[in-house]
């Protein structure tokens, strides 16, 4: 089974728009985090957010916010007021802990995300 | 300014022709890991060191070796390329390995992209 899952292949978004990408993820370790990365058409995976599974609150770094719904499993990136240089792949990653016995990064498939003048 | 250096950026070798592949730290984390990511696909995970601990994951091919000598540096050696093995390799960085109160939050290089001929 999938542990995370990106549906959207792509989405487009005109600038100054906020837009949310979707991200669902699988695991009975009470124990995870997550993790969202973007990655430019250059290759370099670039680190975004972090949520963690017992953090009572939803992450926020800047322009990014992660939407964390515990009881749904899922762990949406919000990118408010788009720029141009958003334009990229995502990546949703997930990392659970000892009981899940790799203790490695899951990562989804990814999404395309093209921002429009 | 810290990060992770990747050289070369592109690699051309030819079909059975051994290579390596160097990513530099200078943000002396303990972690170190090497990651395959083919064309329109999520990466995944071929092995990382914590500390001098080499990890492997189960279905790394044999044909993919690492050395890290020092904290600073890890090497990705390819002994026998084969054309299935054309991707971008990521190296990536955490401070800690993943885990119950530790983020593991792991930095990437630019990439190096390897072309199989």
């Known amino acids: 089974a999938q542990k995370i899952t990106q549906t959207q292949p792509g989405m487009f978004v005109q600038e100054k728009e906020a837009v949310t990408l979707d991200c669902t993820y699988d695991?009975?370790?009470?124990?995870?985090?997550l993790f969202w990365y973007k990655q430019p058409s250059s290759g370099e995976m670039i680190f975004l957010i972090y949520?963690?599974?017992?953090?009572?609150q939803n992450a926020t770094e800047g322009r990014y916010s992660l939407n964390f719904q515990k009881a749904r499993k899922s762990a949406n990136l919000v990118i408010s007021a788009s720029q141009l240089g958003d334009s990229a792949m995502y990546f949703c990653a997930m990392r659970e802990g000892p009981q899940g016995g790799s203790e490695k990064l899951v990562f989804g498939k990814g999404m395309k995300l093209t921002v429009n003048p | 300014d810290a990060m992770v250096i990747q050289n070369p950026r592109y690699q051309v070798t030819q079909f059975g022709k051994p290579v390596t592949l160097s990513c530099s730290q200078t943000l002396n984390h303990n972690v170190m890991y090497w990651y395959q990511q083919k064309s329109s696909q999520a990466p995944k995970l071929l092995f990382h060191y914590y500390d001098k601990d080499f990890n492997n994951e189960a279905d790394t091919p044999d044909n993919f070796q690492s050395r890290r000598p020092n904290t600073s540096f890890c090497f990705l050696d390819i002994r026998s390329p084969g054309l299935g093995d054309a991707a971008m390799y990521l190296c990536a960085t955490s401070r800690e390995r993943m885990g119950r109160g530790r983020t593991g939050t792991q930095y990437f290089g630019p990439g190096t992209r390897l072309l199989v001929l």
């Open positions: 949520q963690g599974s017992y953090d009572q």
């Open positions: 695991t009975s370790d009470p124990s995870y985090g």
